[in-house]
């Protein structure tokens, strides 16, 4: 039989915290044991075949596996350890989760119930579908334009310079200067997009109308905004 310890705590048993505590601890129980037992199979061992590993007795192994006895911490991390198991335990208060887990390589998440309809419509596993979600989301390009329309601190002082530009002409011009062959005069281009709106072509070169602050603040800004779109353009490729 599967438990479902997360279903189980949503019902309610009573209004007594010491019933409550009571009636936690029991169902954890069943299913840790439930968990430790399939896991033993799992791994074609007998109770006996893994107290040997365990150097216990088989009584021993049978007092773990069983959910009417009290289990030491350390017991069950090594009977999980010589299943090549690991034990992931979180505490939660409030919106906050902490992992105490033994394993760092593993993360425990608070999920939200509609994730696991979201699942059950695509036919897969909870995990199943989220490690897809994840492999979606590390592949998606973003645009010149998605990249502009954002909250990246970069592309918001792009938006404050060229506040008189909409944002598909800021997105247009710098794509154009990205094809601008000659590194020096593709960072020249955007400094001057940056400096007072002059759009590709203008071969005017002469900024030096602003002051020595405004001016080393600018040629930091087009630093920051040409390694932004390096980046665009080279997962582009």
Same mark, same amino acid.
Do not use: C
């Given at each position: 039989?599967?438990?479902?310890?997360?279903?189980?705590?949503?019902?309610?048993?009573?209004?007594?915290? *010491?019933?409550? =505590?009571?009636?936690?601890? *029991?169902?954890?129980?069943?299913?840790?044991?439930?968990?430790?037992?399939?896991?033993?199979?799992?791994?074609? $061992?007998?109770?006996?075949? /893994?107290?040997?590993?365990?150097? &216990?007795?088989?009584?021993? #192994?049978?007092? =773990?596996?069983?959910?009417?006895?009290?289990?030491?911490? *350390?017991?069950?991390?090594?009977?999980?350890?010589? $299943?090549?198991?690991?034990?992931?335990?979180? #505490?939660?208060? +409030?919106? *906050?989760?902490?992992?105490?887990?033994?394993?760092?390589?593993?993360?425990?998440? @608070?999920?939200?119930?509609?994730?696991?309809?979201?699942?059950? &419509? +695509?036919?897969?596993?909870?995990?199943?579908?989220? $490690?897809?979600? !994840?492999?979606?989301?590390?592949?998606?390009?973003?645009?010149?334009?998605?990249? !502009?329309?954002?909250?990246?601190? &970069?592309a918001v002082k792009v938006r404050m310079k060229l506040?008189?530009?909409? /944002?598909?002409?800021?997105?247009?011009?710098?794509?154009?200067?990205?094809?601008?062959? @000659?590194?020096?005069?593709?960072?020249?281009? &955007?400094?001057?997009? /940056?400096?007072?709106?002059?759009?590709?072509?203008?071969?005017?070169?002469?900024?030096?109308?602003?002051?020595?602050? @405004?001016? !080393?603040?600018?040629? +930091?800004?087009?630093?920051?905004?040409?390694?932004?779109? @390096?980046? !665009?353009?080279?997962?582009? +490729?």
């Open positions: 039989m599967k438990y479902n310890f997360q279903e189980w705590l949503k019902t309610e048993i009573s209004d007594d915290p *010491e019933v409550i =505590l009571a009636g936690k601890l *029991e169902y954890l129980r069943l299913y840790l044991t439930d968990a430790m037992r399939s896991l033993r199979e799992k791994a074609g $061992l007998t109770q006996g075949q /893994l107290a040997e590993k365990l150097g &216990v007795q088989q009584a021993a #192994v049978s007092k =773990l596996e069983s959910s009417l006895k009290d289990h030491k911490l *350390e017991s069950v991390l090594d009977y999980l350890h010589k $299943l090549n198991a690991d034990l992931l335990v979180a #505490v939660r208060q +409030e919106d *906050e989760l902490i992992q105490v887990s033994d394993n760092d390589g593993m993360i425990l998440i @608070d999920l939200p119930e509609e994730i696991e309809d979201l699942a059950e &419509v +695509e036919k897969m596993s909870l995990r199943e579908y989220i $490690l897809a979600a !994840i492999q979606n989301f590390s592949q998606k390009k973003v645009s010149v334009r998605e990249f !502009i329309e954002s909250d990246d601190k &970069v506040a008189n530009k909409s /944002l598909s002409e800021i997105a247009s011009e710098l794509e154009k200067m990205w094809q601008i062959s @000659d590194e020096d005069d593709r960072r020249f281009a &955007v400094k001057k997009l /940056l400096a007072g709106g002059v759009s590709v072509g203008s071969n005017n070169r002469d900024i030096s109308d602003q002051n020595e602050e @405004d001016r !080393i603040e600018l040629l +930091e800004l087009a630093e920051e905004l040409l390694e932004k779109l @390096d980046n !665009i353009f080279e997962e582009q +490729e």
